[in-house]
């Protein structure tokens, strides 16, 4: 099999916060609104991240993080409007089914819990978001607390936070890939009896391999007592360019939800991207034991565009699913067999991403391309020459296509108004 084929479409489960009702179904966690928005430069107003947020829940994303309230009076402002109007969404098509889960994070303090909960409380299904370090590295040089007080700290925060009437909460310990196993099952252990919801595990600094991380999240699996009664969750930054790759190891063995950015935006090297790991699944959903998300993924490239203008990060050309180039052919090789059949070289359908491709065959014509492509360009455009004609034609082509990074419609409407092709 070449191509993602259709999927018949599969029931989102009911939302319940700490129970899985389809071992197959991956939440997916968006945080472009916060960890993408710490990427330098890519700040953005309030009214900015509340129209990401209504396209985030076009999308189908399960949970939106939509800031981090106490970092300022604006965020808490963006993250309580983007609770009240995108966490209370009218009846839709779906009857109102979907209604994401409005998250605000918090450091582990009472101050910042309470600034989450004010913001997040008039969402239909409001989530606060706790984390603290758990690596020696933090503990020692950043927090200045033992383990002890770390683990003293987790716990009764995540139990004040359920206080306040939350239900739905996550707690994170920072730094996770570097942090020391038996110390991480020892906390998760205890912020489980406190109430939390769902553990993600961060890995902060994307340090770990695929192979190591998904070893970590089945080791968390197998040896916290009560894991069972929560969500587990990935968080995987892209430091090594490996987001995306630990972030499938994650889910493969055993993260039910898979924190994400649109675009990978995020602190420094990003985070993994939403489009990358979304249509991996999609795609390769079969070696991953069947695993599937409610993403709909026609909205992925509005998506991306709408995140590109808003957080004024663009992405390069030739990045996975939404770059410049991503659907594009140039080589003849490869054109030639695009032209014979698309799944010689695509293993996505731009329409599955909802791209609309300026032809349909995604063909770039430039000095690499061969006789089949540079032929059906001409048929596109309208011509019909002889095969003597389009030999001569071809020579000057190749000569124009020398000179140019791109061949446009012009160039070749320009050649063949040369005098060799008039009547
Ligand atoms: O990278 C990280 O550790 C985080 C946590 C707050 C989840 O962003």
Not at 199 to 212: A, H
Not at 370 to 380: I, P, Q, T, Y
């Amino acid at each position: 099999r070449t191509r993602a084929q259709p999927q018949p479409p599969r029931r989102r489960p009911e939302y319940v916060p700490n129970r899985i009702d389809d071992p197959n179904y991956v939440r997916i966690f968006d945080t472009t609104l916060r960890d993408g928005e710490q990427s330098p430069g890519a700040t953005m107003t309030s009214a900015e991240k509340l129209v990401v947020a209504r396209q985030l829940a076009r999308l189908g994303v399960d949970v939106i993080e939509a800031g981090f309230p106490a970092s300022s009076p604006d965020d808490l402002d963006a993250v309580r409007s983007i609770a009240i109007e995108v966490g209370n969404p009218p009846p839709g098509d779906d009857g109102g089914a979907h209604v994401p889960v409005i998250c605000g994070l918090s450091r582990c303090n009472r101050r910042d819990i309470d600034a989450a909960w004010e913001a997040v409380r008039h969402a239909r299904r409001p989530r606060i978001h706790t984390f603290i370090a758990t690596s020696e590295i933090h503990m020692q040089h950043k927090l200045r607390k033992t383990p002890d007080q770390v683990v003293a700290v987790a716990r009764e925060m995540v139990a004040y936070a359920r206080s306040l009437g939350c239900a739905d909460v996550e707690f994170s310990p920072e730094d996770a890939g570097r942090s020391n196993r038996e110390f991480l099952y020892h906390i998760l252990e205890e912020v489980i009896k406190a109430g939390a919801t769902t553990l993600n595990i961060p890995d902060t600094v994307g340090y770990t391999l695929p192979y190591e991380f998904g070893k970590l999240i089945s080791d968390i699996k197998e040896n916290t007592p009560g894991i069972e009664n929560a969500i587990i969750s990935t968080h995987c930054q892209n430091d090594l360019g490996l987001a995306t790759a630990n972030t499938l190891a994650g889910a493969h063995a055993g993260a039910r939800q898979l924190e994400v950015t649109i675009n990978g935006i995020g602190e420094r090297a990003g985070n993994a991207s939403l489009e990358e790991v979304v249509m991996a699944i999609k795609c390769r959903g079969e070696l991953l034991d069947g695993l599937y998300t409610g993403i709909n993924s026609q909205h992925i490239t509005l998506t991306s565009k709408m995140v590109q203008e808003h957080s004024g990060l663009h992405v390069q050309p030739h990045k996975a699913i939404v770059g410049a180039n991503a659907f594009a052919h140039e080589s003849g090789i490869h054109q030639d067999g695009m032209l014979k059949y698309k799944g010689t070289y695509e293993i996505i359908s731009p329409d599955d991403i909802g791209l609309a491709r300026a032809n349909e065959f995604g063909i770039v014509l430039g000095k690499l391309s061969g006789r089949h492509a540079v032929r059906s360009k001409l048929v596109e455009l309208g011509y019909e020459i002889s095969d003597k004609e389009f030999e001569d034609f071809f020579k000057r082509y190749k000569e124009v296509a020398e000179k140019k990074k791109r061949v446009t419609d012009e160039d070749i409407e320009a050649l063949l108004s040369d005098e060799i092709f008039q009547p």
